[in-house]
């Protein structure tokens, strides 16, 4: 039968209960704050989206051309042959050099990471900030008793400035509370902020994926000429071939 | 030829469902352990109390809330539903547990 320790009930209420309303409302602010510096949407030039745009009609076009007749596919095939050889609609110069762009000379990669910079600094900072004032007010005593046996291990982290080395790891400082929390708050984000935080980050994360990934993307030109190719290929059968003859087979 | 259908999903309605399979388990965790908390229960005893409460819950959901057909509400109705929170959930859960445990002693 291990001895049980007598902890003072006024420890509960000025202890645990502040260090967990502090979490949670810094937890709330902290994802207002992302909220409110995070950059709107940003608008792409008109070039790039006329590129996309004009590649996914020719992509449109070769996926189901069965519903023109032979003239209107000829007509279309060569103008989709020669705008696609043409540099018409490139959205920028094509550069001869090959050799690849510096990525932190472009603006877009430098907003991105900037923006991911912040997000970080907005997670570390309140942490930090919250660790440094539990230690410096709850320090160097018991505070609670762990619902669960913990492995020797755990004793100089979540018994810290506590001077009694055989003391049960399940006695433990304000600190490991913190940690308890810090692990444990999202639920109760979720529940209170409308998945606020966690939105933000994923808007974060799929903001900065592609910027990153440009200069390995292959060039335009070898996109817009493997298209023509393919167009050119393509073996047109209309659905008007001999329509007349099926229509009067269903019906005979 | 019927056999052969491809469900196809509207991702909108998808992400609304998980969402409110979020809310479910949210709930759930932090019920779990304000429960084991005030019944003091220790070690592994509060643990097993998690994973059968949370088992408990989720076929509830798969019975009640999906009506059996889960399927078509979940790309990947069992994992999603029934294994994939249920990690990400114990730290939530271990959290309310300490704290009314600490609170009720």
Redesign the interface.
Known sequence: MEEELVLDPQLKYWVLIPISVVMVLVGLLRSSFTALLSPGPKKTPYKKIRETQFLRRAECFRASNNVLDVNQMESRRNYFIEKLNSSEYYSEKISTDDTPKNPFTDSSTNDALMSMMKGNLLNYIPQSLIMAWVNFFFADFIVMKLPFPLTDGFKSMLQSGVATPDLNVRYVSAISWYFVNLLGLKPIYNLLGDNEAMSTILAQSQQTMPNIGGPGAPKVDKIFQGCAENIKLIKHESIFDGIASRVIDVYS | MSKKRELIYYIPNIESNK?DL??V???T??TLGIG??IL?????K??LLYIFGYTAVNLLFYFVCCNKKAASFFRKPFHEIFLEDIL??M?????????T???V?
């Open positions: 969402k979020q809310y388990h949210d709930v965790s932090l084991s908390g003091t229960l220790e070690s592994y509060g643990f990400s959930d730290p939530g859960f271990v959290m309310m547990w300490c704290l445990y600490a609170l002693r």
